[in-house]
């Protein structure tokens, strides 16, 4: 491999460890699009091929675990990625291989989507893999990043209805683990649409006007992997989530086109 020209910056690497989505719309293909948006290299490990559009799911075939893990171990053997997201996990072995794998090549940062049901109602994790999601990688989350109904799968209990229901089942995830959970209240009957970041040592609030006919399709794995992409610059977590809801946020009001949204505006460090 040739060394890079002499004065070029090196963009950082973050790894997708997603399903794959054929209509392009979410999944590894989401992820992609949002990590060179923001000016960062992508790399992915297939866990699952989906056959999908945005109005809906209509095939999964889950990929073997031990490929899963082969496709991690050759990513990191080459280049370490700096920041990690992991999306659709599929079932309980694939959950086991990727926390051992990631065990060995420790990334700076893992963003962790809880990714179980797509809004088209279509189930993308095992229910038995969920305890399993629990006990291996939470504890690895640097950032978990569930939606109400997540978050409540998670837990074992009834989805939060309100903003203090949100921050005490954030705090309970904090227990199992995570070092912080972005609570997303998209799926909330709230004025407007709040996410509320809770942390060991407090609770950052992050609220914006509802966007009232946009194209939602895909909005979760845009977050996290734009939160994957802001930590891989070296933003701290509070400024890494308010990135990664501006930009998905630009992306909305553009009509979903990434042309008109900047990359990051930091050097690498």
């Known amino acids: 491999m040739a060394a890079p020209h002499a004065g070029s910056r090196v963009k950082p690497l973050a790894l997708s460890i997603a399903g794959s989505d054929s209509g392009g719309g979410a999944g590894i293909q989401a992820d992609l699009k949002t990590f060179a948006a923001l000016g960062v290299d992508g790399a992915t490990a297939i866990t699952a091929i989906t056959a999908q559009n945005r109005a809906g799911v209509r095939a999964v ?5 031990a490929l899963v893990r082969a496709q991690i171990e050759a990513v990191c053997d080459e280049r370490a990625p700096t920041a990690v997201k992991l999306g659709m996990l599929a079932d309980a072995a694939i959950v086991d291989a990727v926390a051992a794998t990631l065990r060995r090549c420790q990334p700076r940062a893992l963003v962790l989507d809880p990714v179980m049901v797509a809004s088209s109602g279509a189930r993308l994790l095992a229910a038995d893999a969920i305890a399993t999601l629990r006990r291996a990688l939470l504890p690895l989350a640097d950032c978990l990043t569930p939606n109400l109904d997540e978050a409540a799968a998670l837990l074992d209990a009834p989805r939060a209805a309100s903003e203090a229901q949100m921050i005490g089942q954030g705090r309970a995830l904090l227990a199992l683990g995570a070092r912080a959970v972005l609570m997303k209240g998209g799926h909330a009957p709230f004025a407007e649409a709040v996410d509320l970041l809770v942390l060991p040592d407090g609770v950052q609030r992050y609220a914006a006007p509802w966007l009232r006919g946009a194209d939602t399709h895909g909005t979760g794995c845009r977050l ?8 891989a610059h070296g933003a701290s977590l509070p ?3 308010a990135t990664a809801k501006r930009y998905l946020q630009d992306r909305l009001v553009a009509g979903g086109s990434d042309q008109s949204i900047g990359a990051w505006p930091c050097a690498s460090r």
């Open 239 to 241: 400024e890494a989530v």
């Open 61 to 65: 075939q889950v990929l073997p675990a």
């Open 224 to 231: 996290s992997a734009a939160l994957a992409a802001a930590l």
